[in-house]
């Protein structure tokens, strides 16, 4: 495994090299020795795939409040995704900066999100499959979001979105009084 840290404080990209023989491939997913590098004590407590249909398709951008602020390891299985992070960190330096990074079946990658960074991502495939890591379960009660069309964002999304859940067109605009989250 690498690690590549992007502009966001604790957002990194990681990069896998698979063994390959005649009999196919063997890639490590998961090595908590190896992520200690960029989180110690890294504890996963709840694994989920997303798997998504129509290439547009928007999900996010989700996050939970504190107390159950969670960090995310996310890889895609199958297809390929814009996976997108916004800080929403109050007092970072990059709060309400976004990142994106592709991911795919064959990119041979994931995207680590830590706590108060908001994720979302478009499928630029017909069908997409994300593998979620999770240190804290879902809390309904801590859920929260953004607009993925917020002006105070304004991510570029590569194509036309086709299709979001009525919770994401739910989310209201960024106002003056957001001043992010203690994660």
């Known amino acids: 495994m690498t690690f590549h840290p992007t502009p966001i404080a604790g957002l990194c990209e990681i990069r896998q090299a698979p063994f390959g023989d005649l009999r196919g ?5 998961f090595c908590e020795q190896e992520l200690a590098a960029i989180r110690p004590g890294l504890h996963f407590t709840q694994i989920n795939l997303s798997q998504t249909q ?9 996050y939970q409040l504190p107390p159950a602020a969670e960090a995310k390891l996310i890889r895609c299985l199958r297809g390929r995704v814009f996976d997108v ?14 990142h994106a990074i592709e991911l795919s079946e064959d990119g041979n990658n994931a995207v680590f999100i830590p706590e108060g960074v908001a994720h979302g991502f478009q499928t630029l495939s017909d069908e997409a499959w994300l593998l979620y890591m999770h240190t804290t379960p879902w809390t309904p009660a ?5 607009r993925h069309d917020d002006p ?10 086709t299709n979001r859940s009525d919770r994401d067109r739910g989310y209201a605009s960024i106002d003056d009084a957001f001043t992010g989250i203690v994660a």
Do not use: K, Q, Y
Not at 54 to 62: A, P, V
Not at 142 to 146: D, F, K, P, V
């Open 25 to 29: 491939r063997f890639t490590r997913l």
């Open 54 to 62: 129509g290439r547009g398709t928007l999900r996010g951008m989700h």
């Open 85 to 98: 992070a916004v800080d929403v960190r109050a007092g970072s330096p990059t709060f309400l900066h976004w």
């Open 142 to 146: 801590c859920e929260a979001g953004l």
């Open 152 to 161: 105070r964002l304004s991510i570029d999304w590569p194509i036309p979105v």
